[in-house]
């Protein structure tokens, strides 16, 4: 019955449902998951990365990502697929993110068995669990009286097969978890954003985001994967704007030497392509052409 209310209220634009088709048809042969939350699903085109390193690769991505989910998600994937390299975006943000229930509730539908309610328990509190309801999450949709058009598109080819556009955002769904944008940013239009009410500080990191990026690199060495820590490229707006942004290099650095990583920060490049605002939707977030240019930079690394 919850389900049924899910196919009725559920927007037929959120990628949830694609992605989840493309992890279903790779099963098995997923070797390469980029993890992590909106910034990772906007920067790597996986049929390119495929193309130049011969591999299979799923962008593992929801909206709002903690490690929490992070964690989950990636134990998940690995019940089904020989995973064997794995690009974890580490953004200032996700280090203080609160738990939350709309955006663990996104991971929990990818979830299954004993993992999914490990997850429940240990991203939500008590008031939360009504939210494992679909026809509870989405009750406000009822309003909109959109129900009849959702059906209709949801009836579709297009949302069968896993193709989408979304016109509002400029945004359609390419393959393996992978969001093509088409915007392009506002040129000058870098609003300088905050994490909370303050700037981003070491103190401000919370203990189970950094308990659950431990319980990452742990899953990762105990699974024979090379785990990579990345942080993607930003406009020089923003950069200039956040004058935190240093202290949290410098702090990934750290983390990535105590623990025997590699830690990639694509703002530190020199001669870097991404001082051309028009590679971006926003702030952080890269447009189809910045992905391409991104993902091939990755590659190069590599």
């Given at each position: 019955?919850?389900?049924?209310?899910?196919?009725?209220?559920?927007?037929?634009?959120?990628?949830?449902?694609?992605?989840?088709?493309?992890?279903?048809?790779?099963?098995?042969?997923?070797?390469?998951?980029?993890?992590?939350?909106?910034?990772?699903?906007?920067?790597?085109?996986?049929?390119?990365?495929?193309?130049?390193?011969?591999?299979?690769?799923?962008?593992?991505?929801?909206?709002?990502?903690?490690?929490?989910?992070?964690?989950?998600?990636?134990?998940?994937?690995?019940?089904?697929?020989?995973?064997?390299?794995?690009?974890?975006?580490?953004?200032?943000?996700?280090?203080?993110?609160?738990?939350?229930?709309?955006?663990?509730?996104?991971?929990?539908?990818?979830?299954?068995?004993?993992?999914?309610?490990?997850?429940?328990?240990?991203s939500i509190d008590i008031t939360?669990?009504?939210?494992?309801?679909?026809?509870?999450?989405?009750?406000?949709?009822?309003?909109?009286?959109?129900?009849?058009?959702?059906?209709?598109?949801?009836?579709?080819?297009?949302?069968?097969?896993?193709?989408?556009?979304?016109?509002?955002?400029?945004?359609?769904?390419?393959?393996?978890?992978?969001?093509?944008?088409?915007?392009?940013?506002?040129?000058?239009?870098?609003?300088?954003?905050?994490?909370?009410?303050?700037?981003?500080?070491?103190?401000?990191?919370?203990?189970?985001?950094?308990?659950?990026?431990?319980?990452?690199?742990?899953?990762?060495?105990?699974?024979?994967?090379?785990?990579?820590?990345?942080?993607?490229?930003?406009?020089?707006?923003?950069?200039?704007?956040?004058?935190?942004?240093?202290?949290?290099?410098?702090?990934?650095?750290?983390?990535?030497?105590?623990?025997?990583?590699?830690?990639?920060?694509?703002?530190?490049?020199?001669?870097?392509?991404?001082?051309?605002?028009?590679?971006?939707?926003?702030?952080s977030h890269l447009n189809y052409?910045?992905?391409?240019?991104?993902?091939?930079?990755?590659?190069?690394?590599?």
């Amino acid at each position: 019955v919850d389900e049924f209310c899910g196919f009725l209220l559920e927007p037929a634009s959120y990628f949830g449902h694609y992605a989840t088709i493309d992890l279903k048809e790779a099963k098995g042969t997923v070797d390469t998951v980029f993890l992590g939350s909106s910034w990772t699903y906007m920067g790597y085109d996986c049929a390119l990365y495929d193309e130049k390193m011969g591999t299979t690769s799923f962008n593992a991505v929801t909206i709002g990502q903690s490690t929490i989910d992070s964690y989950y998600y990636l134990k998940e994937i690995l019940k089904n697929n020989p995973v064997k390299t794995v690009y974890y975006n580490i953004h200032h943000i996700k280090l203080q993110t609160l738990k939350g229930v709309d955006n663990a509730m996104v991971v929990s539908d990818r979830l299954s068995g004993i993992n999914k309610w490990e997850h429940i328990i240990s991203s939500i509190d008590i008031t939360g669990l009504p939210n494992l309801l679909k026809s509870y999450r989405y009750r406000g949709l009822i309003e909109d009286n959109n129900i009849l058009n959702t059906v209709r598109l949801k009836m579709s080819d297009n949302y069968k097969m896993g193709k989408w556009y979304n016109e509002t955002d400029m945004q359609r769904h390419s393959s393996m978890g992978f969001i093509i944008s088409e915007y392009k940013i506002i040129p000058g239009n870098n609003e300088n954003f905050t994490v909370t009410e303050t700037d981003w500080s070491i103190e401000g990191i919370l203990d189970y985001n950094i308990d659950y990026l431990n319980k990452i690199v742990e899953l990762c060495k105990k699974n024979q994967i090379e785990l990579i820590l990345v942080t993607p490229p930003f406009t020089l707006g923003f950069l200039q704007t956040a004058d935190y942004y240093d202290d949290f290099s410098l702090f990934m650095e750290s983390y990535a030497r105590e623990n025997n990583l590699q830690y990639w920060d694509f703002n530190k490049l020199k001669n870097s392509p991404f001082v051309n605002e028009l590679l971006f939707t926003d702030t952080s977030h890269l447009n189809y052409e910045g992905a391409q240019i991104y993902t091939n930079l990755l590659c190069e690394y590599l």
